[in-house]
Structure formats: C-alpha cells, structure tokens
C-alpha cells in the first residue's frame, strides 16, 4: 500500500499539532510545519511515528518555497494538504476597529493559505487522491453567527470573523476550480488553545476531530464540515 504524505501548517502545538500526532498515528508521514525552527523541533520530540519537521512560515514567500522545496526533494508529492495555522488577532469593539488590526491576521488566515495552495498544488497533483483541508472556524460561517443557539453568534469581532468568512468563500471557489481536488473547510468548534487564551469549550482532542476527518474520510457531505457534519457557509 503506498504511504499516504499530509503537511500540516501552524503544527507546533494546538489543533495542528494533534492533528499531526493523529494522522501519524495512522501510519502516515506527515510534515510538521513550524515557523520556530526550536518551537519545531520540541514538538516533533513529542511524537511518533514518520513527523517530519520542515520551516515554514505561512507569511512568507521564501519560507513556503523552501518547505516546498524540502518536501518535493523527499517526498515528491503530497496527498493531503492542511492550511491550519492562524492567529486571533484584535477583537476591540467594532467601532474601535482600524484598518491596520486587519493586516496581519489576514496575511495569516487568508494569505497565507492562499500561498499555500497555490505553491503546492503541482505536488498535490502528483497525488493519486490529493486532498485540501483548510482550517476554518464557525466564526466565519454567516448560518453560525447569526444563530441564537450558537455560542459564536455572542463573540463579536471584524477581524478574525471576516477573514475566516473570507476563507470560506477561497475554499468554495477552489473546491469548484480543483478538478480532482478533494476540497474542504473545517470548522474545528471553540477548543480550548493558545489562540483564545484557552477559553474554549472542547478539548483540543476534540478539536482535531473534525480536520482529521476531513483528512481521512471519502463520505464527508457538503464542503464545510465540523465533527458532525455539513455546517453552513
Ligand atoms: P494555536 O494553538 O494558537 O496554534 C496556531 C498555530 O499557528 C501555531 O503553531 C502558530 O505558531 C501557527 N502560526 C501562527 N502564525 C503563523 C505563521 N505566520 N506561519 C506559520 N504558522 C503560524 O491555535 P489553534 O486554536 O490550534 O488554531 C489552529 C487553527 O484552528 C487556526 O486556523 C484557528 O483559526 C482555527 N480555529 C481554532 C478554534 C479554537 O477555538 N481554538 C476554533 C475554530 C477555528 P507559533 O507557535 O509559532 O505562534
């Protein structure tokens, strides 16, 4: 059987980092990708099975051609590709909002994705059954947000919302352009990590359970997915 190659971006710890640990426990091999080369390297020391640690910071075009680089030399393909990494930024008021709170959590959540996929999609072609999953959030989902039974329609914010809502419409447009692609957005829950200052709900075990499926399995419905199922956009 051939081994199966996923790259997990933003994997040092968090919902990347589990989804790595989970996915190797598969018996895949899987790029552990980690801005902080110390950062990455601790991590990789935790887990077993075929991680492998590559450099890469989403932001940068340099970065993501070297890990593109690394993986082609030693992999030659990939199979599933997981934009994961993302950052909260500000959730001031938004009357306070400025336009510069914008700018870095946009080159993280939507950019960076962006340059993800765009620099290895000649790699994921190579796959016999190549796979995106991009790591979204429920704060991006319109249906979600406005829902009163939803904890996410009482966290208030520009910033973060919007450029999750921003890739979720990326995703929908390359699900339908990626011939061949199998393409989905994932929507974690409120888990509890560094990104909220572990507020969240759900266990970062619980968290991964949903960007694991949408790594591993053929019968997902819809594009936008949670650990349940279809969510909406
Ligand atoms: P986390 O624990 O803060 O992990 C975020 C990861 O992203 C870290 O490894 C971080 O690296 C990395 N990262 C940040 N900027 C980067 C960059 N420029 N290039 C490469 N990596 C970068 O957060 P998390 O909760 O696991 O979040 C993972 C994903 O789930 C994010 O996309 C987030 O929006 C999404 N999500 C989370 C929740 C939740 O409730 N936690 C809910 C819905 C969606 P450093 O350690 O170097 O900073």
Known sequence: ??????????????????????LAELGWTVWLGARDAERGKAAVARLEGDVRLVSLDVTSDESVAGALATVQAESGRLDVLVNNAGIGGTWA?????????????YGVNVLGPVRMTSAFLPLLRRSAAPRLVM????MGSFGITTDPDRLESTL???????????LNMITSQYAKALTGVRVHAVDPGYTATDL???RGVQTVEE????????CTRDDLAGVFVDRVGSVPW
């Open 156 to 166: 208030h914010g520009l910033v973060y919302p919007s450029s999750k809502a921003a």
């Open 196 to 198: 909220n200052g572990h």
């Open 1 to 22: 059987m051939t081994q199966t190659i996923a790259l997990v971006t933003g994997a040092n710890k968090g919902i990347g980092f589990e989804t790595v640990r989970r």
């Open 207 to 214: 968290g991964a359970d949903a960007v694991v499926q949408a």
């Open 93 to 105: 008021d938004a009357a306070e909002t400025r336009p510069a709170d914008f700018i870095g959590v």
């Open 135 to 138: 790591v979204s959030s429920g």
